[in-house]
């Protein structure tokens, strides 16, 4: 069976600092691998997804299937960054997959 | 463009008492719809998912359960609450198996 695994409960970090939020997973097949942020009282939302290899609100994840990783990274952390985010991974099936969230709390 | 909701927003309920929560989607059809159920520290719990009108599988047995009535309505249920049903209850959709999905706003559920 798959697995998330995000090995950080909370990250603190300064503004302007850089950031790592960390997720590995196990999964023998191609996955589809995505990131999701949810800001203080809203919604749940897409952040962004591996196949699009694309750069939202300066993060950037890289899918390494050598080390069955999708770390989330961002190289200058804003307060407005602070917030929770899930990795998350979907196969072929209708059964997505998400790791338990890390709370990211960026401080001026 | 594609909307989902969610009601109530908050719901306080004695322990023993019925439960209905409602989802649903627009501007979309046959959506892939799902029940989370997501507790700090621990993640987003997947209950159930339907792939269309009457198809409900469960992921978690426990003393929830889930309808489907409509291809853009889903129905979160509960005949008699108890304390461990207290959370935050989200519904999410997706147009296909594997993509992204799409999230609604949750309902706070308290069960006292």
């Known amino acids: 069976a798959q697995r998330v695994t995000q090995p950080e409960k909370l990250l603190s970090v300064f503004k302007g600092a850089p950031v790592e939020l960390k997720c590995n997973y196990s999964y023998s097949g191609s996955p589809e691998l995505f990131w999701y942020v949810q800001y203080s009282r809203q919604r749940l939302q897409l952040l962004l997804r591996h196949i699009s290899r694309e750069s939202i609100k300066g993060f950037t994840a890289d899918l390494n299937k050598g080390e069955t990783s999708f770390h989330l990274k961002k190289p200058f952390a804003q307060e407005e960054d602070s917030a929770m985010y899930y990795c998350a991974l979907t196969t072929g099936s209708y059964i997505p997959t998400f790791g338990r969230g890390t709370s990211l709390i960026v401080h001026p | 463009s594609q909307t989902i909701h969610q009601w109530p927003a908050t719901l306080v309920q004695p322990v023993g008492s019925p439960l209905s929560l409602e989802c649903t989607v627009e501007?979309?059809?046959?959506?892939?719809l799902y029940w989370y159920r997501q507790a700090a520290g621990r993640g987003l719990q997947l209950l159930f998912y339907s792939v269309g009108i009457g198809q409900i599988s469960s992921e978690v047995p426990q003393n929830l359960s889930a309808s489907r009535p409509q291809d853009r309505q889903f129905i979160l249920s509960s005949k008699k609450l108890l304390l461990s049903d207290s959370g935050f209850y989200l519904c999410?959709?997706?147009?296909?198996?594997?993509?992204?999905?799409?999230f609604g706003p949750g309902t706070r559920l308290t069960v006292t």
């Open positions: 999410a959709w997706s147009q296909l198996a594997g993509y992204e999905q799409y």
């Open positions: 501007g979309t059809s046959n959506p892939n």
